[in-house]
């Protein structure tokens, strides 16, 4: 009896002070991360409107009714798969090969690797500016330097055909630097007697790579691939700040949408079912994800 | 054989030092454009000077000088440095404080509560941003710092990166301590947190860089412009006429420079972060 008293006065303290040193980060998480999460699932079901947040009824599924006819939203979704589907392969790619050349190096490597990794240390908002004046179709340093070689000028950022696609090479030039460090940090984990004992069976450079060096970097490549992924879906500073999701909504995409919608024009219902739909298909890709990747949570 | 090498080798180099050249030649005229007159700019455009500053030291920080005059910059610079500072430290006491918790207390509901804080992981905070502005709208926040600065205290990540260190921390060290005395938050304080350098400089540099990166969040809680941070001034002094290059480069400039600094010293942590965590946000 009297041990029982002690040990359950033991575990309230240990609850207690287990909420305690909890308490902060779950009232954060609770207000800007849970509570917008389930005001976005019932608002998605209203017309609320910034502006008059008491005239708010329930609509039921109107809002999803009328996303499914909504032009702008469906360009937004083809724009956005478009840009997932082109950097995937080029910034990825781009990443592993830089990765590589750097690993094979054998002088000057930090000089190469701070080349690759200096457009990381640039935030979206100064990349976007920075490009918009290389890429300015008459005075750009790029068309300059086109023109000099005898090519024909290019309106990039400002043709309908070209704007996804230089959003792409800029994104892909910007993030690629950091991808490549931790496709080397797999390089240098692969151990150098597989390599040694391959080149005394007669190995060449070529089989080396394709049955030592990639399978080896499997884990990493899944790793930096589902990243990339699920980041290239949340797209919106680049052409916020470079097109304004022109020209002719060529570079819309979900997540300026939702902003444009719910903050511009303060229809927070219509925004709200916007984001139900945006935000099950990443947190879809995200478990994937989870899937492939393994080993998260509690074990 | 050895001449098939050494041409591989030669393709090798002079593949790498274009592609050097390719991803490092903004950065280059991005500063050197800074430090030049603005006819300077176009002048030299398409030539090798266009890499080159002015031959004029004196015209080296002509720009700055022109848009501190024009913009207070330096308030900017404060504000971004305040946010960023506030939402370095405040993420690493909040989050380190609720990994302690989930890594060493044996607490009732501590598997559900784990399990919801994973749950919160996948939830893009992105989509979520109007509902999010409610919130803030409601909590009569709106145009404080604490709109900028709260959302960004707490990351399920880095409770995530901080229960997984801390698991490791060795239960002896802990019991040691609890027989001389020391009560939990001493522990946490006096002997985990000591004990977590590698964590914190994980956990402060991304939420420093974050913070310092963050744009379209202020750009919606922040109406007065002597409250902006540096990201959504640069967006505004681009929208302003006149419109110089050579000035846009200054500024885009001093945006940069604190993130070198961050970057060349805290490099090692932000790879060990994302191979670590095993999900890798940036």
């Known amino acids: 009896m009297e041990i029982n008293a002690t040990a359950r006065k033991k575990q309230l303290k240990e609850n207690i002070s287990g909420y305690l040193f909890l308490s902060p980060a779950f009232i954060i998480l609770g207000l800007f991360l849970f509570i917008p999460t389930l005001m976005s699932i019932y608002y998605s079901l209203t017309d609320y409107y910034m502006l008059t947040p008491d005239k708010t009824s329930f609509i039921g599924l109107d809002n999803f009714k009328k996303l499914f006819n909504d032009p702008l939203m469906r360009q937004s979704i083809l724009n956005i798969f478009k840009f997932v589907i082109l950097i995937m392969p080029i910034q990825v790619g781009t990443a592993l090969g830089l990765a590589l050349l750097v690993n094979n190096q054998e002088k000057h490597t930090i000089i190469y690797k701070i080349a690759y990794f200096s457009p990381v240390v640039m935030s979206l908002v100064v990349v976007s500016i920075l490009w918009l004046y290389l890429l300015n179709p008459s005075s750009g340093l790029i068309n300059q330097v086109l023109m000099k070689m005898g090519f024909e000028s290019q309106p990039f950022l400002s043709s309908p055909n070209q704007a996804m696609i230089t959003i792409v090479f800029v994104s892909a030039w910007q993030g690629a630097g950091y991808q490549m460090l931790i496709f080397l940090a797999g390089l240098q984990n692969i151990p150098n007697e597989v390599y040694e004992a391959a080149t005394i069976d007669g190995a060449n450079r070529w089989e080396k790579f394709s049955k030592i060096t990639l399978p080896m970097l499997k884990p990493t490549s899944i790793l930096i691939l589902t990243t990339t992924l699920i980041d290239a879906f949340k797209l919106i500073i680049q052409p916020m700040v470079m097109t304004q999701g022109g020209p002719l909504n060529s570079t819309l995409t979900p997540a300026y949408y939702i902003y444009r919608t719910g903050f511009t024009d303060r229809f927070v219902g219509y925004a709200s079912a916007m984001t139900v739909i945006y935000g099950a298909i990443i947190i879809s890709f995200t478990v994937i994800q989870r899937k492939i990747v393994g080993g998260d949570g509690d074990e | ?282």
């Open chain 2, 1 to 282: 054989m050895e001449m098939n090498n050494r041409l591989t080798k030669l393709v090798f180099n002079i593949l790498s030092i274009m592609l050097a050249l390719l991803f490092i030649f903004p950065l280059v005229w991005m500063i050197v454009s800074a430090m030049k007159p603005e006819a300077a700019i176009f002048n030299d455009m398409g030539t090798l000077n266009s890499f080159l500053p002015s031959q004029h030291i004196s015209d080296w920080f002509q720009s700055y000088k022109t848009i501190f005059d024009r913009f207070d910059i330096i308030r900017y610079l404060g504000n971004s440095i305040l946010y960023a500072s506030a939402v370095t430290i405040g993420s690493i006491l909040i989050n380190a404080s609720a990994g302690y918790a989930f890594a060493t207390i044996d607490f009732k509901f501590k598997k559900v509560l784990f399990g919801l804080m994973i749950a919160l992981l996948v939830i893009p905070a992105e989509t979520i941003m109007i509902t999010k502005f409610v919130v803030v709208q409601r909590l009569n926040l709106i145009n404080t710092p604490f709109a900028v600065i709260l959302p960004l205290l707490s990351t399920p990540l880095y409770i995530y990166m901080f229960t997984v260190f801390f698991r490791a921390v060795s239960k002896e060290i802990q019991e040691a301590a609890m027989i001389e005395g020391a009560n939990k938050l001493d522990i946490f304080l006096k002997v985990m947190l000591p004990m977590s350098k590698p964590a914190i400089a994980t956990v402060g540099t991304l939420s420093f860089i974050m913070s310092w990166n963050d744009y379209i969040w202020p750009l919606m809680v922040i109406t007065n412009s002597d409250r902006y941070p540096l990201q959504v001034a640069i967006t505004n002094i681009n929208n302003t006429e006149p419109v110089y290059i050579n000035q846009i480069m200054a500024i885009l400039t001093i945006s940069t420079i604190p993130l070198i600094i961050i970057y060349v010293f805290f490099q090692k942590y932000l790879v060990q972060g994302m191979g670590a965590s095993g999900t890798g946000e940036k």
